[in-house]
């Protein structure tokens, strides 16, 4: 028999209730959590799906682009590999959002600010180096290329973890340590007449069409291509409600634009639409853009003491005037062939309502300034010319005088809000055509807020729906006070070493010199120590061998550099450590290995060969860029593709072999 539990006094009953309700939502709120989990977890598993079903579809589309030589079927396959490329970018970006837990709804404020437009990575097959590498170091470099497996695995890693970095400062810091390391492996691997026989693979960003290059131009020009990209995208997703938020996504977007100046500047004969000189321009421009309508945010964020203040509303005007001109610009651009042809068509809508939604802003801020400012004083009327008339201070009036009276002004104000709204209107109508765009609740709603307080401030002046007015309010002149340039990578930033730094200096052991191992030579002491002299560092040079002396007897010759003494290897030595190692030996004398450089024996013009792709043929020093440090600590200057390596050390430095 159970006993009957009894209450204990007045009010226990309640806080029974009170506890159970309690326990009641708890529980509630788990199933809502499971729930939303397993909604997750299943919008998850939903977009595995399609992103596995659309790669199985461009894997066919690919394979029967490459299989046809009918140009209607070509063209055909290409835009069905753009409309997958798409759909695996948006798929994509999905997901992160999902896995990122990011909140979709957007405060409904005046600091939502309008979506950018970020660029997608371009991807990349699997790619094996170990055949060519290992076969090169074994054939030209005479070594063991089974030796070498750890540094070709670590670069086979590095590679792969590219294709997928993460959108942050680590994302950009790999892909600049692999173009580094791209860097290197030019230097030390590749000659004009030669490429490392690897086909390197990339689908185009734009349209998903896939291209391949042998040159190991196209893999580094695709890496830098993927810098700019990640810059957009890190620029698109910063908070640009802060001053902090909107000053790094203008840097972001000034990064990206200096990537594309970069490669339109120094590539040539493109294998992708991509990266053809025409689109590097247009995603110069649209990146320029972007960050000067960033600029625009952040002084908009940088409220003025005086509410009323009329020159801080101009200037606020004319700031979104040059925004829209940028815009207008791009869609200029954008309009025109062949870039039309493959730039996706929610991009030229969205650059075409910005250039609108600007252009309507700018009115309004004009508005503001004109009906609710006071009256311009005399002192400052040639500014606010310049703002309307497009005059400098100095220059005589050429069009009609402000209004001085306030109901004047009062008129003025309206006709610009008139062209505000009429501005805004447009924008929402380009908005509503494009069926992409219409499911981008962020931007209708921001160009819905516009209109609103634009028809709010219009029905304070006059109650009246008189939208014909005579007057008729001028165009704003663009002016910005901070334009945003482009900003190139710097490369330098990210050390990194040499993978395949044991095969020696790059100045001697690379793809671009020969030579023959010479040794070991044994080389006894003399009345005269060994009878030669050494200068410079990794290698070290014989600069001069004394006639008749013990070098001389040994077969040593004047250009041979040491490379390894008693069995120990020494091509990374300095001058100092390999005469402190030679005044160690006795009177047996000491085992060298010297490498002689031979003769080149490419034909008469060949260096000049450029791969299929084109290089980057200008040096970085002429370029005016930056130049990474030292070859241990990073490679070679970033466009130094056609600087010839040089054949020996020319240190000043010289040390005869030590004494008995």
Same mark, same amino acid.
């Given at each position: 028999m159970v006993p009957e539990e009894k209450p204990n006094g007045p009010g226990t009953g309640e806080e029974r209730a009170r506890l159970q309700a309690a326990g009641s939502i708890r529980k509630s709120r788990d199933l809502l959590a499971d729930s939303q989990d397993s909604r997750l977890q299943s919008r998850r598993t939903r977009i595995h799906q399609q992103i596995n079903k659309e790669l199985r579809m461009r894997t066919g589309a690919e394979n029967l682009y490459r299989a046809t030589s009918n140009a209607q079927v070509r063209e055909t396959v290409a835009l069905e590999l753009s409309y997958v490329n798409s759909s695996l970018q948006l798929l994509k970006e999905e997901l992160e959002g999902l896995d990122g837990s990011m909140d979709a709804d957007q405060p409904e404020s005046e600091g939502v600010t309008v979506p950018m437009i970020p660029l997608g990575l371009k991807e990349t097959k699997q790619l094996d180096w170990a055949t060519p590498l290992k076969e090169l170091i074994s054939g030209h470099f005479g070594e063991d290329g089974t030796s070498y497996e750890a540094e070709i695995r670590e670069l086979e890693e590095l590679r792969q973890a590219v294709r997928t970095p993460s959108r942050s400062e680590a994302g950009l810091e790999l892909l600049t340590a692999y173009y580094n390391q791209l860097c290197f492996l030019e230097a030390r691997f590749v000659t004009p007449a030669r490429s490392l026989g690897l086909l390197f693979h990339w689908y185009d960003s734009l349209t998903g069409v896939p291209a391949q290059q042998q040159a190991l131009a196209f893999e580094k020009g695709s890496v830098l291509f993927n810098i700019g990209a990640l810059h957009t995208q890190i620029g698109a997703r910063q908070d640009r409600s802060c001053p902090g938020g909107t000053g790094r996504a203008v840097e972001a977007f000034q990064r990206a634009a200096g990537a594309f100046g970069l490669l339109r500047e120094n590539f040539s004969h493109a294998p992708s639409p991509d990266m053809s000189p025409t689109s590097l321009s247009m995603l110069e421009q649209l990146m320029t853009a972007q960050a000067q309508e960033c600029v625009f945010e952040g002084l908009s964020l940088q409220a003025p003491t005086d509410p009323y203040d009329c020159l801080a509303q101009l200037h606020l005007a004319q700031e979104a005037a040059q925004v829209a001109a940028e815009y207008r610009l791009v869609?200029?651009?954008?309009?025109?062939?062949? #870039?039309?042809?493959?730039?996706?068509?929610?991009?030229?809508?969205? !650059?075409?309502?910005?250039?609108?939604?600007?252009?309507?802003?700018?009115?309004?801020?004009?508005? %503001? *300034?004109?009906?609710?400012?006071?009256?311009?004083?005399?002192?400052?009327?040639?500014?606010?010319?310049?703002?309307?008339?497009?005059? @400098?201070? @100095?220059?005589?009036?050429?069009?009609?005088?402000?209004?001085?009276?306030?109901?004047?002004?009062?008129?003025?104000? +309206?006709?610009?809000? /008139?062209? &505000?709204?009429?501005?805004?209107?447009?924008? %929402?109508?380009?908005?509503? !055509?494009c069926r992409a765009l219409r499911r981008v609740d962020l931007l209708q709603a921001v160009l819905a807020q516009a209109l609103q307080r634009s028809l709010a401030k219009y029905s304070e002046l006059d109650l009246e729906d008189d939208f014909f007015e005579t007057t008729e309010a001028p165009d704003i002149q663009p002016k910005t006070h901070q334009r945003p340039k482009a900003r190139a990578p710097s490369f330098s930033r990210v050390k990194v070493a040499d993978i395949f730094h044991r095969l =020696?200096?790059? @100045?001697?052991?690379?793809?671009?010199?020969?030579?023959?191992?010479?040794?070991?030579?044994?080389?006894?002491?003399?009345? $005269?120590?060994?009878?030669?002299?050494?200068?410079?560092?990794?290698? !070290?040079?014989?600069?001069?061998? #004394?006639?008749?002396?013990?070098?001389?007897? *040994?077969?040593? /010759?004047? =250009?041979?550099?040491?490379?390894?003494?008693?069995?120990?290897?020494?091509?990374?030595? /300095?001058?100092?450590?390999?005469?402190?190692?030679?005044?160690?030996?006795?009177?047996?004398?000491?085992?060298?290995? #010297?490498?002689?450089?031979?003769?080149?024996?490419?034909?008469? =013009?060949?260096?000049?060969?450029?791969?299929?792709? $084109?290089?980057?043929?200008?040096?970085?020093?002429?370029?005016?860029?930056?130049?990474?440090?030292?070859?241990?600590? @990073?490679?070679?200057?970033?466009?130094?593709?056609?600087? +010839? &390596? +040089?054949?020996? +050390?020319?240190?000043?430095?010289?040390?005869?072999?030590?004494?008995?």
């Open positions: 869609h200029q651009t954008m309009a025109q062939p062949p #870039v039309q042809d493959y730039v996706p068509f929610p991009w030229t809508t969205l !650059v075409h309502v910005k250039a609108e939604y600007f252009r309507a802003l700018a009115h309004y801020h004009a508005a %503001l *300034a004109l009906c609710d400012g006071p009256l311009v004083a005399e002192a400052e009327l040639p500014a606010v010319e310049q703002v309307f008339l497009g005059l @400098s201070a @100095s220059s005589a009036p050429r069009g009609p005088a402000l209004p001085q009276e306030r109901e004047e002004s009062r008129k003025l104000g +309206k006709a610009h809000l /008139k062209r &505000a709204i009429l501005g805004q209107e447009e924008a %929402l109508r380009l908005h509503a !055509v =020696g200096p790059l @100045s001697v052991f690379s793809a671009k010199n020969r030579w023959r191992l010479v040794g070991p030579i044994h080389v006894a002491r003399g009345e $005269g120590g060994f009878g030669f002299t050494l200068r410079g560092d990794s290698p !070290v040079l014989i600069a001069a061998v #004394v006639p008749g002396g013990q070098a001389a007897a *040994a077969g040593l /010759k004047e =250009g041979d550099y040491i490379v390894s003494v008693n069995g120990q290897p020494c091509r990374w030595w /300095k001058h100092a450590e390999v005469v402190a190692q030679l005044k160690g030996m006795g009177d047996e004398g000491v085992s060298l290995q #010297v490498v002689t450089l031979l003769p080149s024996v490419e034909p008469p =013009g060949l260096g000049a060969r450029r791969p299929g792709l $084109g290089a980057l043929l200008r040096s970085q020093k002429e370029c005016g860029r930056e130049t990474p440090g030292p070859a241990r600590a @990073s490679p070679r200057p970033l466009l130094g593709w056609s600087r +010839k &390596a +040089k054949r020996g +050390k020319t240190g000043r430095r010289l040390s005869p072999a030590p004494q008995p």
